[in-house]
């Protein structure tokens, strides 16, 4: 019938327009599919094609508790303690442009691709094109230029800030932006891994007033949680709790546990006993040395062990004499034992201290710069320098006469760091240095040696030595962390808490920061630390070995990530980065 | 008796401004300061010049007297600040606290009391005998024990090894359906840090009521009633331990004055959520708003418990009555 022909032939028609818009389509997903992510080695500023290597997603268990042991706060992107782990749970929510897979590598995340200008003064991102908010509403271009914008115009402070401080962000379409920064980034992909995209449909106007402490409240009063991320926030009380929702819609696919519930018990051991009776199914921070072998015998839990990037040090006041002397703060180094302090102090659980500050796991560490004990050669060292016990009491006088008798300064509430303490004073005897360890409260103890936080307004501190800590936050960038060695200007050297000078040292990490290619800048980093172990600014006493428990009937798809630990987003997306 | 009282309203409205001067001043007179709380962990990172604006908006760069007149006038006003840690009013912290705060020690100090002061009397009735002398022995021996110790036994017997109760927290994370099972479940959660706080504070009501029925007993008022044919219970309880319980006032209301403050170790091993941690937590913090009011809320607890034992303590001895006409 003419009827059937037409209708036929119109099938025939919608067949054929049906597969080649199969065909185009499947060529369009082949383009836009991306390569498997390039190296660890690749040159800065250049992101390759990438697939997020996602697996099938995992089958979801109901529930999982993790206590931790103090407040978060409000827990939104902007209300949030950028350390561990109030940062990871925030992640929980929220996306960056880009990740790091559990070996510190950059991996995409809502960024599939990215390219820098020859100085790194320009980066142009691609952006998914399949991501909502939790609100439904579609992410794009324009949310990434707002956090940039936002944080330099209204938030003005923050772990955030003091990455995008100065940059901008030009919107070419939804799915690309371009970020301009002042100075060259050359490892801008590996910083952006720390800023949370905010939502503008949200944000937009919120504490945009000129004054921060009102700025401040406007914004902890909205305490809204609406993220891209894998999680969404569900009941919460910040002296309390916080609950989790898996986001089943995620880009990367839903992830492993439908209800995170995040206990606060303030009390270490309290926490510990949780775990023990099984009313809570890991908790965040990781086991004292002492109490492992306890552990290793309980039913259902399991231990896991990893590295961290914070980092004991022995911080030596170079603004003050002796210890502007590189003779006596090499003298120090020598009478130090790190196998002893790491046995002893953290029965086995640390990594000895590289003096090039870079943990010897991160990419650029040069490896093998370890003190080693000598206080023979360190007696001998001070006495042909002129540091002499002339008065034959045991203790050494400097070339003025004046006693060699300081204090090392700990923290109260860090045992650890008071037996590092004592030990440093019994060797300080045996080479001729009169040691007091003074255990201070904490907040007194960081205002004995960093006062105000501000390098300019109090200049040098009156400590002598200090026991102190940096945390992981310092080795995000490892490059960067080695302005802790800097001293021409007081913004660059902030971290030089010592005022440690060295015109050589200076120029090197100028010439670091100002160049982008990856060959030169690793043999200048090297140059840097081998420096370092040379003179001696500060002595680095070791880095923490953690070990987290967990009760493996309840989960066992727990990731370490080096530098972190389990409590991280990737535990709960196992078939990210696999 | 309007005379006396209002006597003592000047007297404690002075101290109440002392108080307050006080207050101010000790937080900012430790080292350090609350920058790093304000500003976060990466504090360090801040420029100069943008921890100088810090200082500047949130005040702390003005001279201290101020300071301390603006703190005044926000506090006559009733305005208790916003919190550096946590950004939110001073006052939905500390109020959110408070009511946690008066059922643990609060309900701690009247079992305390009642029981310190019956064992205390009982202790007293027997002297010399094996009973006074174990009683008097176990809360001596009770007193030395620090509570955070006897905190973590109960945890380790009750909690982790029985698991018949919870380890932490003032209720359930996830609420209780119906009014009765909300409270069944906040009273299962008080059951060790209560009995805790309980077993270290009746030893000071137990030694004080002991000693001072026993010097009572010895008075002669006593053997008066003896003579006079009056029952033992009346004389023990109308005459004896009504003078005794004077010097027990005084403790109690000492005690009572400290309630607001919480119990800090106890709330701290239970992760209860009080007053006296916040307050442990603010000092950390520097948190000076926090602080402030903590103090000053502290401070009218213990003078309002002050002016309780002196307007009581006329009704109750009538000595005092007399003398100060």
Redesign the interface.
């Known amino acids: 019938m003419k009827e059937d022909v037409g209708v036929t032939k119109n099938l025939r028609q919608l067949a054929a327009l049906a597969l080649s818009a199969a065909l185009v389509f499947a060529a369009c997903e082949t383009t836009a599919s991306p390569a498997p992510s390039g190296a660890a080695t690749q040159p800065p500023g250049t992101g390759e094609p990438s697939d997020p290597s996602v697996a099938a997603p995992p089958t979801q268990i109901e529930e999982l508790t993790v206590?931790t042991f103090d407040?978060e706060?409000?827990l939104t992107a902007l209300?949030i303690?950028?350390?561990y782990p109030g940062f990871e749970l925030a992640k929980l929510q929220y996306d960056s442009l880009t990740g790091i897979d559990t070996g510190n590598e950059v991996r995409e995340q809502l960024a599939t691709q990215w390219e820098s200008n020859d100085d790194a003064t320009e980066w142009t991102f691609t952006l998914r094109d399949d991501v909502t908010w939790h609100d439904g509403e579609a992410f794009t271009a324009d949310d990434v230029a707002f956090t940039v914008r936002y944080e330099n115009d209204v938030v003005?402070?923050?772990?955030a800030f003091?990455v995008l401080?100065g940059f901008e962000a030009e919107v070419i379409d939804d799915t690309h932006v371009t970020i301009t920064t002042p100075q060259p980034e050359p490892e801008l992909d590996r910083k952006l891994m720390r800023i949370l995209i905010l939502p503008e449909h949200i944000w937009d106007g919120v504490g945009d007033v000129e004054?921060?402490?009102?700025s401040?409240?406007l914004?902890?009063?909205l305490a809204d949680h609406t993220g891209t991320g894998p999680y969404m926030m569900g009941d919460y009380d910040?002296?309390?709790?916080y609950?989790f929702i898996a986001n089943d819609n995620y880009f990367l696919g839903p992830p492993a546990v439908k209800r995170i519930?995040v206990?606060?018990?303030?009390?270490t051991?309290?926490?510990f006993?949780?775990l023990?009776?099984?009313?809570v199914d890991a908790v965040v921070p990781p086991l004292q040395p002492e109490n492992i072998a306890d552990f290793q015998n309980q039913p259902n839990i399991e231990l896991v062990e990893g590295p961290t990037f914070s980092t004991r040090t022995l911080q030596i006041n170079a603004a003050k004499e002796p210890f502007d002397d590189p003779i006596v703060r090499r003298a120090i180094g020598m009478m130090i034992d790190p196998q002893e302090l790491v046995d002893v102090v953290k029965l086995g659980q640390a990594v000895i201290g590289s003096q090039g500050y870079i943990h010897p796991n991160l990419p650029g560490a040069v490896q093998g710069l370890t003190l080693e004990r000598d206080s023979a050669g360190a007696n001998q060292l001070l006495e042909d320098a002129g540091y002499r016990d002339t008065d034959g009491d045991g203790v050494r006088e400097t070339p003025d006469g004046e006693p060699m008798a300081y204090d090392v300064v700990a923290w109260a509430e860090e045992p650890d760091m008071i037996r590092a303490a004592d030990l440093i004073r019994e060797w300080g005897a045996e080479i001729g240095l009169d040691l007091t360890t003074a255990a201070t409260?904490?907040?007194?103890a960081?205002?004995?040696v960093?006062p105000?936080?501000?390098?300019?307004?109090s200049g040098p501190a009156s400590f002598d030595l200090a026991v102190w800590n940096w945390?992981s936050?310092v080795l995000n960038v490892p490059s960067q962390a080695l302005e802790l060695f800097y001293d021409s200007d007081?913004?660059t050297g902030?971290?030089n808490v010592d005022f440690y000078e060295s015109s050589e040292m200076d120029g090197l990490i100028d010439s670091l920061t100002a160049t982008t290619d990856l060959d030169e800048r690793l043999t200048l980093m090297a140059q840097i630390q081998e420096l370092a172990f040379e003179d001696l600014p500060f002595i680095v006493l070791w880095y923490p070995v953690d070990t987290y428990a967990y009760n493996a009937s309840a989960y066992d798809g727990w990731r370490f990530q080096d530098g972190l630990g389990i409590i991280n987003r990737l535990s709960f997306l196992p078939q990210v980065y696999p | 008796m309007k005379r006396i009282l209002a006597r003592r309203l000047i007297q404690y409205g002075l101290l109440l401004f002392f108080a307050l001067a006080i207050n101010f001043m000790v937080p900012r007179l430790a080292p350090g300061g609350p920058l790093q709380t304000i500003a976060g962990a990466d504090v360090g990172l801040l420029e100069p010049s943008e921890l100088a604006q810090l200082l500047r908006d949130y005040g702390l760069d003005k001279p201290l007297y101020e300071q301390f007149a603006d703190y005044l006038v926000q506090t006559a006003s009733g305005d208790l600040g916003y919190s550096y840690r946590q950004g939110r009013p001073v006052s939905d912290i500390l109020f959110a606290r408070i009511p946690w705060t008066l059922l643990l020690a609060g309900s701690g100090l009247v079992i305390a009391t009642i029981i310190g002061i019956l064992l205390g009397a009982y202790a007293a009735l027997h002297r010399g005998s094996r009973r006074d002398v174990s009683l008097t022995g176990a809360f001596v021996v009770l007193q030395s024990l620090p509570a955070f110790w006897i905190g973590m036994v109960f945890i380790a017997i009750f909690a982790t090894r029985l698991q018949i109760l919870p380890t932490f927290g003032g209720q359930s994370i996830v609420a209780s359906e119906g009014t009765i099972e909300q409270i069944l479940d906040i009273a299962v959660h008080l059951v060790m840090p209560l009995t805790v706080l309980v077993l270290v504070s009746i030893p000071h009501i137990f030694l004080t009521t002991r000693y001072s029925m026993l010097g009572v007993l010895q008075e002669d008022f006593i053997d008066t009633a003896y003579a006079k044919g009056l029952r033992r219970g009346v004389i023990l309880l109308r005459h004896a331990l009504r003078n005794a319980l004077l010097p027990v006032l005084t403790v109690f209301a000492l005690h009572l004055g400290g309630v607001v403050s919480g119990a800090t170790v106890i709330e701290t091993v239970f992760s209860y959520p009080g007053v006296g941690r916040l307050i442990y937590e603010s000092v950390i913090a520097r948190d000076f708003p926090v602080l402030q009011a903590g103090f000053f809320v502290i401070t009218l607890s213990i003078v309002a418990a002050n002016l309780m034992a002196d307007l009581l303590y006329p009704i109750l001895d009538p000595r005092v009555r007399t003398a100060a006409r």
């Open positions: 206590a407040t706060f409000t209300d303690n950028y350390g003005r402070g923050g772990g003091t401080r004054d921060l402490e009102e401040n409240r914004i902890v009063e910040p002296d309390r709790f609950t519930v206990p606060i018990i303030k009390d051991t309290a926490l006993a949780a023990r009776s099984g009313e409260e904490t907040n007194a960081v205002d004995l960093w105000g936080f501000n390098r300019s307004e945390s936050g007081v913004v902030r971290l």
